[in-house]
C-alpha cells in the first residue's frame, strides 16, 4: 500500500469488527485495540500476510511476533501446554499475559511469526473488540503493537494513524486502551522453570531472565533500544532544563504529567500518550521523573529504559 489517507477508520461495532474479519480472512493488515496497546493484526497462518505486518512496521525479522488466541483450547494448536502453562493461563486469560512456549510440531502457523525459533508467544487477550475479532474468524491473529518499529507505542487511534496511515487497510477503532504498557511476557521452559523476559501489567514475581541486545531475542520489546520517540530522553529528572519537555509524575509536576496523584496504573495507562506528546513538543529533548520500580512501575521503567538507549 502507498500513499496517505488511504487506511479506513471504523468503529469497534459489531459492522466494524465483521468489515476487520473480511479483511484480515483476505490477507491485509487491522490495527485492534486490547487492553494494552493497539495491535496490528494479521493472520497468523498466511506467510504473505505475516510479512505485511514486518513491511508495514519496518521490523526486524529477527524479532517475533505475539500470536492472539482466544482461549487454552485453541493455543494447544499451536503450542505444546505444560502444567505450569496451563495454570497460569487458567489464572490470568484473558489477560495482559503472554506465554512463550515450546511451538507444537505441525503447528499452522507462519514461520516469520517464531523468527526461526523453537519457541512460540500466545495470548489470549481480555479487550472485547479483539475477542470479538478471534471469534469472528477461525485462524490465530499475529499482532504486535501497531506503530512503526521501535517507536512509540500507540494507545489511541490517532496514535495509529501518526506512523501507519497508508500502510495498512483498516483501524478498528475501540477509543483508548486501558493498561497502557504491553503484556507481562513469561517463559514457561521444558525444565519447569518459568522466566519473565518483559514486565508488564500483571506481576508474577519471577526472576527476570538476561535481556538485551546480546541476548537471544524470543520475545518482542527485547530489543536494547525500543518505543523511542526520535528525541534524547533523561530520566529520573526532577526539573527540566531550558531545552527539555518534562514528564511529571507525582510532586514533579512536569508540562505533562503521568499521575499527579502518583498513581502506578494511572502512569502505565497515559505512559505512551505522554511520550507521543513529549515527541510533539517543540524542545529537543525529553526529560522524565523518577518512577517507581514497584509493581507496574517496573513495567514503566523498563520502557523508558529503552526508550531512552
Not at 497460569?88 to 489477560?95: I, K, S, Y
Request: aromatic content about 4%.
Amino acid at each position: 500500500m502507498s500513499g496517505k489517507n488511504v487506511t479506513e477508520v471504523v468503529l469497534a461495532n459489531a459492522a466494524g469488527i465483521a468489515r476487520a474479519a473480511q479483511i484480515l480472512e483476505s490477507g491485509g493488515l487491522v490495527a485492534v485495540p486490547t487492553e494494552t496497546v493497539y495491535g496490528l493484526a494479521a493472520r497468523a497462518d498466511s506467510a504473505g500476510a505475516v510479512a505485511k505486518i514486518y513491511a508495514a512496521k519496518g521490523r526486524p525479522d529477527f524479532n517475533p511476533l505475539i500470536v492472539h488466541v482466544r482461549d487454552v483450547r485453541q493455543a494447544a494448536e499451536y503450542a505444546d501446554l505444560s502444567p505450569a502453562a496451563v495454570a497460569l493461563a487458567d489464572e490470568h486469560w484473558p489477560g495482559p499475559l503472554t506465554l512463550v512456549l515450546p511451538r507444537r510440531a505441525g503447528a499452522i502457523v507462519a514461520d516469520a511469526v517464531t523468527a526461526g525459533l523453537p519457541t512460540i508467544a500466545l495470548r489470549a487477550p481480555a479487550h472485547p473488540a479483539m475477542r470479538s475479532l478471534l471469534e469472528a474468524v477461525d485462524f490465530p491473529l499475529a499482532a504486535p503493537s501497531a506503530n512503526r518499529s521501535g517507536f512509540i507505542s500507540p494507545t489511541c487511534a490517532a496514535h495509529v494513524l501518526a506512523s501507519l496511515d497508508g500502510r495498512i487497510n483498516m483501524v478498528l477503532d475501540g477509543g483508548a486502551t486501558m493498561a497502557g504498557v504491553e503484556s507481562t511476557i513469561v517463559a514457561v521452559r521444558s525444565d519447569g522453570r518459568i522466566e519473565e523476559l518483559r514486565p508488564g501489567p500483571i506481576q508474577i514475581g519471577l526472576q527476570a531472565a538476561g535481556g538485551g541486545i546480546e541476548a537471544t531475542i524470543e520475545a518482542p520489546g527485547q530489543l536494547a533500544s525500543h518505543y523511542a520517540p526520535g528525541k534524547p530522553v533523561r530520566l529520573n529528572a526532577l526539573e527540566a532544563a531550558p531545552d527539555e519537555f518534562l514528564i511529571g509524575f507525582g510532586a514533579v509536576a512536569g508540562d505533562v504529567t503521568l499521575s499527579a496523584g502518583g498513581d502506578l496504573s494511572e502512569a502505565a495507562a497515559r505512559l505512551y500518550a505522554a511520550l507521543h506528546e513529549a515527541a510533539d513538543a517543540p524542545q529537543p529533548r525529553i526529560a522524565v521523573a523518577p518512577v517507581p520500580d514497584e509493581g507496574i512501575g517496573r513495567a514503566i521503567n523498563d520502557r523508558l529504559r529503552r526508550a531512552a538507549a
